[in-house]
């Protein structure tokens, strides 16, 4: 049986392996990791990425209308062509076939026409009957409206759908009956309803307050708008990218977008206030009326993504392995000279398989499967005392380039500090006790892109305290001695995390990938992402440690880290194969 298994997988890498160089012969390839000359950026590279996707160069943000189509996975990206600043913008092209390595192809829709003449803005893809693929996006015309419109692809035989059709019928959706034109845009990947009908949601904002929109069409090209939004709020502003989808209560795979299953809940997220928050509820497809557990910013309930540096995200359900993925924008906290000195500004989150908690009461998130091939040097230690005050590094991987999973125990919390009631901003309740402020229990947790003699860090970390009836568990992410220059942002982030520590670890996953942090608490019940720009620890400069900064002892009953390996970002060209000889 063991054997067997490990033929089939054997046989599946080779299978993967040969498509993705077959391609690259095929269409010939420039190595944006090796062939530095094609870069046109600087040398001094400190804060590119190993194995995070960002495009060769240029500006990037938003991620969009990513899908899994004939065996490929695609990602199309609002994308700069020709500078590091948000500009000029198109719909940029990657295809994978493991959402780790990539290929740039060619961009998929520039703006040119009168309905998206002044950029080429976010939207999604949806699949019509017979598995097509279409794209619904939101143009800025001639009179800088917002707009929504379609585009298919041109030959659907190619699996790698290189290039797209804008419709003949665009816009499909203007902004009238007194819609604001210059806050109406994102429209969602569609649903359909047992009626036949298709739904999308836009994004709109009305009297200063945030709402979704909702569309529906027999055709997908005749959409008339609801006389009510599906939901609206008067706590927020404008709500960008909203997303829509169902999530299976007790399941362990994703659902597809248009599954009304009754074992199912819905969600629905929104970008504002630059995070992306969302609520669970109920939708009934037969009245579009759409109930929500606890609503936006409420007082007991602060529900996001992700509590650092992520934004303007988009999901997609992945039809080949039954599950739903995310995908988040990160943006640079440096200055826009420091982009135009490097050459580049953002790039994408790792992307996340997302569930509904046990609970039901939140979705749990965590890097996908496929990232752990980039594995290589591992180092651990199990059951490792922690004394109050002490720091322990982590040594023999590469620490600029990692992937950590560390668990923490505690044998006793009734000397936590007592809970506050007052304290119920825990990003500020993070900025007043940092990693340097000493607690009972906590400060401890990891050291990460740190100089040896600690003069830079950023502190990713937990904190317990005691309240009347149970125990408050605060996740941060301390970046305010990240870099010993002055100029970046230091952020300090915090989430408050559902765990019960007395019958439960504490568990932290970082992924660290020279500038950026991708956090997983509590085996992803809480998310934190932090871009961090450090001067001293970089590259073979930068180190890991656990520390534990409390008064009391605490436990590390497993460690485990990995130093990664570089992903292959290659983008294909239209010059002749390359003499391999």
Request: proline share 5%; charged share 20%.
């Amino acid at each position: 049986m063991t054997y067997l298994k490990l033929e089939v997988t054997m046989e599946k890498s080779v299978v993967l392996v040969i498509g993705f160089w077959l391609l690259l012969l095929g269409n010939g390839v420039q190595s944006h990791r090796q062939d530095k000359k094609h870069q046109s950026l600087p040398r001094d590279q400190p804060y590119r990425t190993g194995y995070h996707f960002q495009p060769p160069k240029n500006w990037m943000n938003d991620p969009n209308g990513p899908m899994y189509y004939k065996g490929v996975y695609h990602l199309f990206y609002q994308y700069n062509p020709y500078a590091a600043v948000w500009g000029n913008i198109t719909w940029a092209h990657s295809i994978s076939y493991d959402l780790v390595n990539w290929i740039n192809l060619d961009i998929a829709l520039s703006p040119g026409d009168p309905f998206d003449i002044n950029g080429c803005w976010s939207g999604s893809t949806t699949f019509l009957s017979g598995e097509k693929p279409v794209i619904l996006y939101t143009g800025s015309d001639t009179m800088n409206r917002q707009v929504q419109n379609l585009a298919e692809p041109k030959n659907l035989s190619d699996p790698l759908l290189r290039e797209w059709v804008k419709s003949s019928h665009n816009p499909l959706m203007s902004p009238v009956d007194g819609i604001d034109p210059k806050n109406f845009r994102d429209p969602t990947t569609a649903w359909q309803g047992p009626d036949g009908l298709w739904r999308v949601l836009v994004g709109n904002e009305m009297d200063g307050h945030g709402r979704a929109l909702l569309y529906r069409s027999q055709d997908f090209i005749t959409w008339s708008q609801s006389k009510e939004p599906i939901h609206s709020s008067t706590r927020t502003g404008m709500w960008e990218c909203p997303d829509f989808y169902p999530v299976s209560i007790d399941g362990k795979n994703g659902v597809e977008t248009s599954s009304l299953d009754k074992f199912t809940k819905h969600v629905l997220k929104a970008s504002f206030d630059n995070s992306d928050h969302y609520v669970l509820g109920n939708y009934t497809s037969v009245t579009d009326n759409f109930l929500v557990d606890t609503d936006f910013l409420d007082n007991d309930s602060d529900l996001r993504y992700d509590y650092g540096n992520f934004y303007a995200s988009k999901t997609f359900f992945d039809s080949g392995k039954k599950r739903r993925i995310l995908w988040g924008w990160i943006l640079e906290s440096d200055n826009t000279t420091d982009d135009v000195k490097k050459g580049w500004s953002g790039l994408q989150s790792i992307p996340r398989t997302i569930l509904l908690s046990k609970t039901g009461k939140q979705l749990i998130q965590w890097p996908l499967e496929e990232i752990e091939k980039q594995h290589t040097i591992k180092v651990s230690f199990e059951n490792k005392e922690l004394k109050g005050g002490s720091v322990l590094e982590v040594s023999g991987i590469t620490a600029s380039q990692a992937d950590v999973e560390v668990s923490f125990s505690l044998s006793s919390l009734k000397e936590a500090e007592l809970m506050d009631p007052s304290w119920v901003d825990p990003k500020l309740l993070c900025s007043q006790k940092t990693a340097s402020v000493r607690s009972n229990v906590g400060p401890f947790g990891i050291l990460v892109l740190a100089s040896k003699d600690l003069t830079e860090q950023t502190a990713i970390f937990f904190r317990v305290f005691r309240s009347e009836d149970n125990y408050v568990v605060l996740m941060c992410s301390d970046q305010s001695r990240s870099s010993v220059e002055e100029g970046p942002q230091k952020t300090i982030y915090g989430a408050f995390i559902d765990i019960d520590p007395l019958n439960e670890k504490i568990s932290l996953r970082s992924l660290i990938d020279h500038s950026i942090v991708e956090s997983f608490g509590g085996e992803g019940r809480a998310c934190i992402t932090a871009r961090v720009y450090p001067k001293l620890a970089i590259d073979n400069q930068a180190y890991l440690y656990a520390f534990n900064n409390g008064t009391l002892d605490v436990n590390i009953p497993t460690l485990n880290a990995w130093s990664m390996k570089n992903a292959q970002i290659v983008s294909s060209t239209k010059r002749r194969k390359p003499n391999l000889n």
